[in-house]
């Protein structure tokens, strides 16, 4: 640890990457708080190239006159590679009340700044916090236009030097009387990495292209990384997430021929040569691992395939596979156990999260099927998964994609949404592009073979999707909705047209008709989480519940509910029933949701935002005109968000969403996330919720939980939990679904496997 090197201070969260050699890695970590309103718990989380968590410590709240707090980690490195710590700081999502350090006796590591994420453009200011002593930003300058800005310099100072990484002097900032400067590079070659931002008084709001603020052109969008120390710097940006996953827990039957997918990475500019070797542990038999690759050449930004191939060993057994580009090297470790996997047995809500540990690391899941999105089931309870450009259904002992039958020259573009929805007879339907523009896809009963039907418009469109009791004889009915005006005061409120369509199958060929307008003020729909029903049927009647923007100066309660009936036969459409206020107003989280049970009674929950959810029952079956029950809350002071709703063959209603807890047990400070689930048995009240999966951090958190039924009652959870952090965030590469299953109404939970998708199909049509 070097002792004469000062504590730099910063703000925001974010972390540190090492790049350690094998001997003990020490990482001194120093907080202060900044306000006596508002004093912040600072959590740091230790981790090795594995995500392996080593040390995950809290440095509790203070003030700004008292020392610097400090914490002292520790951790013995066998085997060189890219650690990391992570801070994050409870209610202080961007590090605004706080400012931190840290000193280490590892050479070679680099700063992320990385806060909680804000509904904005993103950007990671960098904000110095010690002015009574020099220092540096060194940096990686983009080759394009390049402009620096500061703000918050002490004035009296003196100027702040930009030199290259020869020390030759590119610019001077000079502070003007408030404090601020800017400079502009054009486009052109850099001299060499790092750039320095020399400060004679370490104090200021620092803003770079290419480092704090991106756009989609850019080399490395959302990778704030800098250094304080020119010397620490080391080449993470070009081989950022080279080897993912970072580990995997793989469980077996001894004997057991396996094959384990890791995915190589080029993250640079320029073509790279990546060698793999497997590190097994003395003693270890021949062909028990084996590489289907040694060296990878990667063209830039091209990630390949590689195999571990594995014999599962009667006893418990590790590896490392390790990846080296050039100096830099990293590894992911591998851990064979014997046995069925944790993830195959019941489970008693809830699934703790905690961090760097999901699904695999805790429980071995290692789904074999496709987690893209949801799982849908047909009328024979065969199931659909909708991936990024196909549909899947299981087919011959295989998951195969729809083959789309398309004129000659038109190309078939990405899925859309994330819905599958069916007619009585087995057909399939799901939501494509033709052209870049909007299509339905349609997968007749038996076979994958597809035709895909263009529709006018380019909104969002919603389908109507099995949720326990309903199936439309034919193609099912959906919604578009298109903005007609947005809101520049308030971010979540725009204005939409909310027409349906009715579309049907003529003579072969499907027909999308006419649309029926139901609004012009509708707030939109909000289904990333939760994945609400907007439209339910039964025979002739199509029942669509929508919410409405509203008049900001009217002070509205909240989000108006309606629910309106079509009527097939009539072809009228009835008054709209208002349900209930979702508050607040004027926000399209509020999305509400609709479903119907056995008797054909409409079930409505109105969409709230961080409040309690609403709930009515319509007092005649399969009719919104013929009244409703009192709107009721659906539990008392509830900090709810994104509805997700089935009925199940006992009309039991099921509900999933974002909840918000207190966890003293968990966190010292902060309010948590969790998924949660409460029920409503047929006639009676709402149950507590159920917490079922709780989040690894505090403050902001979102699930993307997406919850359906199959055709005998199980319910099926979808979900990829997000954290705030980006530092979090972006460490994994893609996402994390995992597919919950519950055989018993929730009371217990187990990690899907194939059979559970698979086993259950009925007669096939």
Same mark, same amino acid.
């Given at each position: 640890?070097s002792?004469?090197?000062?504590v730099?201070l910063v ?9 350690a ?22 959590r ?9 968590v ?6 509790p709240?203070g ?30 999502r961007?590090?605004?009340d706080?400012?931190?350090g ?6 070679r ?28 930003v060194?940096?990686w ?23 290259d ?19 502009a ?8 990495a790092?750039?320095r ?8 709001d620092?803003a ?6 991106w756009?989609?052109?850019d ?5 704030s990384?800098?250094?304080p120390?020119?010397s ?15 580990s ?13 997918d ?11 040569t990546?060698?793999l ?9 021949p062909?028990t ?13 091209q ?5 571990v ?12 596979l390790?990846?080296r580009r ?13 046995g069925p ?20 690391e805790?429980? #071995?899941?290692? /789904?074999?099927y496709p987690?893209? @999105?949801?799982v849908? %089931? &047909?009328? !024979?309870?065969?199931? *659909?998964? $909708? +991936? ?6 299981w087919?011959?002992?295989?998951w195969?994609?729809?083959e789309?039958?398309?004129?000659? #020259?038109?190309? /078939?573009?990405?899925?859309?949404? @994330?819905?599958?929805? %069916? &007619?009585a !007879?087995?057909?399939? *339907?799901? $939501? +494509?592009?033709l ?16 035709t ?39 971010i979540?409120?725009s ?11 003529r ?12 609004s ?16 339910v ?5 199509v ?9 900001p ?10 629910v309106a ?7 009228t459409l009835?008054e709209p029933?208002?349900?209930?206020y ?9 999305t ?7 008797k054909?009674y409409l079930h ?9 959810f609403?709930?009515a ?10 009244g ?8 008392p ?51 507590a919720?159920?917490?079922?999966i ?8 979102v ?10 009652g ?10 705030t952090?980006?530092?979090?965030r ?10 919950l299953?519950?055989d ?22």
């Amino acid at each position: 640890m070097s002792e004469e090197k000062p504590v730099l201070l910063v703000g925001g969260c974010g972390g540190v990457y090492f790049l350690a050699a094998p001997g003990e890695l020490r990482v001194e970590v120093h907080k202060r708080d900044r306000s006596a309103e508002r004093p912040t718990w600072v959590r740091a989380v230790l981790f090795g190239p594995d995500r392996a968590v080593l040390a995950d410590e809290w440095l509790p709240a203070g003030s700004a006159e008292a020392p610097l707090q400090t914490l002292e980690l520790r951790t013995a490195v066998a085997n060189e590679g890219v650690y990391g710590l992570m801070i994050s700081a409870a209610n202080d999502r961007y590090g605004n009340d706080m400012r931190w350090g840290f000193r280490t006796n590892c050479p070679r590591y680099l700063v992320e700044t990385s806060r909680g994420h804000r509904d904005a453009r993103h950007q990671e200011p960098i904000v110095l916090g010690s002015p009574d002593r020099p220092g540096e930003v060194c940096f990686w300058p983009q080759p394009d236009a390049l402009s620096i800005e500061l703000r918050s310099l002490p004035v009296q100072a003196g100027a702040v030097t930009c030199v290259d990484a020869a020390g030759t002097v590119l610019a001077t900032l000079a502070p003007d009387a408030n404090g601020n400067a800017t400079h502009a590079f054009p486009a052109g070659p850099r001299a060499g990495a790092p750039w320095r931002l020399r400060f004679p008084s370490y104090y200021a709001d620092i803003a770079i292209d290419g480092v704090t603020r991106w756009d989609e052109r850019d080399d490395y969008p959302n990778l704030s990384l800098w250094t304080p120390d020119a010397s620490s710097w080391f080449a993470l940006h070009e081989s950022r997430w080279l080897l993912t996953p970072y580990s995997r827990q793989i469980y077996g039957q001894p004997g057991t021929a396996r094959e384990i997918d890791f995915r190589v990475h080029n993250n640079g500019l320029e073509k790279a040569t990546v060698d793999l070797s497997l590190e097994c542990p003395p003693g270890t038999a021949p062909g028990t691992a084996e590489l289907s690759a040694t060296r990878l050449t990667l063209e830039p930004r091209q990630a390949q395939t590689v195999q571990v191939r594995l014999r599962q060993p009667a006893g418990e057994w590790n590896c490392r596979l390790r990846a080296r580009r050039g100096s830099f090297t990293t590894y992911s470790t591998l851990t064979l156990r014997p046995g069925p996997a944790p993830a195959a047995s019941a489970m008693t809500p809830p699934l703790v999260l905690t961090p760097y540990r999901h699904e695999n690391e805790q429980f #071995g899941y290692l /789904p074999d099927y496709p987690t893209a @999105s949801q799982v849908y %089931f &047909d009328p !024979a309870n065969r199931p *659909y998964v $909708l +991936t990024a450009d196909s549909l899947l259904s299981w087919r011959n002992d295989a998951w195969r994609p729809a083959e789309v039958s398309l004129p000659a #020259g038109v190309a /078939p573009g990405a899925m859309r949404g @994330s819905k599958v929805a %069916f &007619d009585a !007879a087995g057909g399939a *339907y799901a $939501l +494509t592009s033709l052209q870049g523009a909007p299509a339905l896809l349609h997968v007749p009963a038996g076979g994958t073979a597809a035709t895909a039907t263009p529709l006018e418009g380019r909104g969002h469109f919603d389908l109507e999707n099995f949720s326990g009791h309903n199936l439309p004889d034919g193609p099912p009915p959906f919604v578009r909705v298109t903005r007609t005006a947005t809101d520049p005061k308030l971010i979540w409120r725009s204005v939409n047209d909310l027409e349906l369509f009715l579309p049907e199958n003529r003579d072969g060929r499907l027909v999308i008709g006419e649309p029926v307008m139901i609004s012009r003020l509708s707030i939109g729909i909000s289904d990333h989480s939760g994945i609400p029903s907007s439209i339910v049927s039964r025979g002739a009647r199509v029942h669509v519940i929508w919410a409405e923007a509203t008049d900001p100066e009217a002070k509205a309660p909240g989000v108006p509910t309606y629910v309106a009936t079509y009527d097939r036969t009539t072809r009228t459409l009835s008054e709209p029933a208002l349900i209930g206020y979702g508050p607040p107003a004027n926000d399209v989280h509020n999305t509400p949701c609709i479903t119907m049970d056995s008797k054909g009674y409409l079930h409505a929950l109105v969409g709230t935002h961080g409040r309690t959810f609403k709930y009515a029952r319509s007092l005649q079956p399969n009719d919104s005109a013929g009244g409703w029950t009192t709107t009721e809350d659906v539990g008392p002071n509830l900090s709810q968000t994104y509805v997700g709703l089935v009925c199940d063959r006992d009309d039991t209603l099921h509900l999933v969403f974002r909840l918000w807890q207190q966890r003293p047990e968990r966190f010292p400070s902060g309010s948590a996330a969790c998924l949660a689930h409460m029920t409503k048995p047929a006639g009676q009240p709402w149950s507590a919720p159920q917490p079922v999966i709780l989040a690894p951090f505090t403050d902001y958190s979102v699930f993307y939980h997406r919850l359906t039924i199959d055709r005998r009652g199980r319910l099926f959870l979808s979900y990829d939990y997000w954290s705030t952090y980006w530092f979090y965030r972006t460490d994994h590469l893609g996402g994390r679904r995992a597919l919950l299953v519950s055989d018993d109404a929730g009371k217990t939970w187990r990690l899907a496997a194939g059979a559970d998708l698979t086993g259950a199909i009925d007669a096939a049509p």
